[in-house]
């Protein structure tokens, strides 16, 4: 299936600065996941979206599940060093077990 | 809780060659996915098992890719013959259940086909 659209592809950010990120579909999903990738592992998820219109905080990360169930955005607040690594949405159905990532987000941080 | 265990963690291999990889999930975890993640791309979901049925393979290339999981447990992903479009690293993630359980991904194992 089709990736996600994942933007911006990659970011560079002073440490202290917010940075958001977003993902759209142009099919619905009932679950937005967040994931961040370290260099050489896989993916550890960050934040959960189950229902529309939900808004999800761990800790300095907030998530958005969007209104019409085809976009999520997530948003680092104060960022710091080791915030950096790859970002990945990724939109699920469980009625046809479609899951699906984005490409990603790279996310530098300069102390 | 021991993590998802995947080897090898790198493997190089000439195209047309065959590989296999191999996958622990964590215990008493059900539910088994293999994905594949291009350079520059999100995992794809290759197979998903449940204990020892597969659930969804719509996206495995089954010409030349199979998986297996016996015991319900482990697992095995093999590729035969290997194709350079094949490099790549393969994710093995493991869940309680299916449905919203989080999945538990492993380090991955990087394959390079020459």
């Known amino acids: 299936g089709q990736q996600l659209n994942q933007s911006p592809q990659s970011m560079f950010i002073q440490e202290g600065e917010d940075v958001s990120m977003n993902c759209t579909s142009s099919s619905i999903f009932n679950t937005w996941l967040w994931y961040k990738q370290d260099p050489g592992e896989g993916p550890v998820l960050l934040i959960a979206l189950y229902k529309a219109g939900e808004l999800t905080s761990n800790g300095r990360l907030t998530a958005q599940f969007g209104i019409t169930r085809k976009d999520s955005f997530l948003n680092i607040s104060a960022s710091i060093p080791s915030d950096v690594g790859i970002y990945f949405c990724a939109g699920r159905n469980y009625n046809n077990n479609d899951m699906r990532f984005g490409a990603g987000t790279r996310l530098t941080v300069k102390p | 809780e021991a993590g998802v265990a995947q080897s090898p963690r790198y493997k190089i291999i000439e195209k047309r060659q065959s590989v296999a990889f191999w996958c622990n999930p964590i215990?008493?975890?059900?539910?088994l996915y293999w994905y594949q993640q291009i350079l520059g791309q999100g995992p794809k979901l290759l197979i998903q098992f449940q204990n020892n049925g597969v659930v969804d393979d719509s996206q495995l290339p089954k010409d030349r890719f199979s998986a297996e999981r016996l015991k319900g447990v482990d697992s095995t992903l093999k590729i035969q013959p290997a194709k350079l479009e094949d490099s790549a690293v393969y994710l093995c993630?493991?869940?309680?259940?299916?449905?919203?359980?989080?999945?538990?991904f492993g380090p991955g194992t990087r394959l390079l086909v020459l």
């Open positions: 215990s008493g975890h059900a539910t």
């Open positions: 993630a493991s869940s309680f259940l299916a449905g919203q359980e989080t999945q538990y």
